[in-house]
């Protein structure tokens, strides 16, 4: 018999692919999405589909039946500004629906949990490359909401009470992008917001002077190190960043995106918009952790990720079905 995975979030843009490759590994996938922001025309054919919320616990005992053997854990309020604009709700997701779903893999004795921490756990980043030994001091509400949460994930895996085996990995994710994200939210995603954005000819919104700088990394390399972290038990109770170890500023993703797209960069409209409250000045991932409990580093490129990403936007420029 396969074994069985479920997928919170699993209607999102990173948990529509871990849904692909989890079939592709020949478990048996459920997945519960509230459709906050995820999309059930995203999830591929084969998974057990459940609309729900993880902060409801008659939709989690759903999910939950049959008990899985790994739950992947990606269900969130994924917005820096929506923390702001509704913390109460922030919370109440990440942290309050985090806790349901550890409660539940207890209750049912489900063994690994791969949860979907968060870069902005760290807040600045003082010293780059940053790696895992990095206190954390998130400067944001989703990124203290994220850090809590990580830390009741890892603290009850390291529980000498627990009536049976439970282990975790955290992943502390940077900027994922590819095939599959929006293209018109306006709060997940900058890279797909850009390309939205350049596609149907408005000006980019770059906030501050666009010199901070981020670490994109790409989606089928996020959800490869998530299938290994359902395999291998070297990454067992500990927090893993995933992110491509590069930089680029702001500035420069719209400069590529416009290039990616045949429109010349110099002309093209963008407004500077004040600071937003929580926002990281710089980000650059150390990976070498992930490297030795997973081997697992980064296989795609920006330049290859950027092209395939407007590729397929061009595809799916209507739907965005990816």
Request: charge should be negative.
């Amino acid at each position: 018999m396969s074994r069985r995975v479920l997928i919170t979030g699993g209607a999102g843009f990173i948990g529509h692919h871990l849904c692909r490759r989890m079939l592709a590994d020949g478990y048996e996938v459920g997945v519960i999405d509230n459709e906050a922001t995820g999309r059930r025309e995203d999830v591929p054919e084969g998974c057990d589909y459940l609309k729900g919320d993880v902060r409801n616990l008659d939709d989690l005992a759903r999910a939950f039946d049959p008990a899985p053997d790994v739950v992947f854990h990606t269900a969130a309020q994924a917005s820096n500004i929506r923390s702001f604009d509704n913390p109460q709700e922030d919370m109440a997701v990440n942290l309050l629906g985090t806790i349901n779903v550890v409660t539940k893999c207890l209750e049912l004795k489900v063994p690994k949990l791969v949860y979907a921490s968060s870069m902005t756990a760290y807040g600045m980043m003082n010293t780059l490359p940053v790696n895992e030994q990095t206190p954390l001091a998130a400067i944001s509400y989703y990124g203290i909401g994220k850090a809590a949460a990580e830390r009741f994930v890892l603290a009850t895996a390291a529980r000498p009470d627990l009536k049976s085996p439970f282990s975790a990995t955290c992943f502390r994710m940077f900027n994922v992008y590819g095939p599959g994200q929006s293209l018109s939210n306006p709060y997940q995603g900058v890279l797909a917001i850009f390309i939205g954005n350049v596609m149907r000819g408005e000006p980019c919104r770059v906030d501050s002077d666009g010199e901070q700088t981020r670490d994109f990394v790409y989606v089928d390399d996020v959800a490869e190190a998530w299938r290994r972290a359902a395999h291998v038990g070297k990454a067992d109770n500990l927090a893993v960043n995933l992110g491509s170890g590069k930089q680029i500023s702001v500035n420069g993703l719209v400069q590529e995106t416009c290039r990616a797209l045949g429109v010349d960069p110099a002309t093209y409209p963008f407004n500077h918009a004040p600071e937003r409250p929580g926002d990281q000045r710089h980000a650059q991932a150390d990976v070498a952790l992930a490297k030795k409990v997973l081997d697992w580093e980064p296989t795609v490129d920006f330049p290859e990720g950027l092209k395939r990403t407007v590729a397929w936007a061009k595809d799916n420029a209507g739907g965005e079905a990816a």
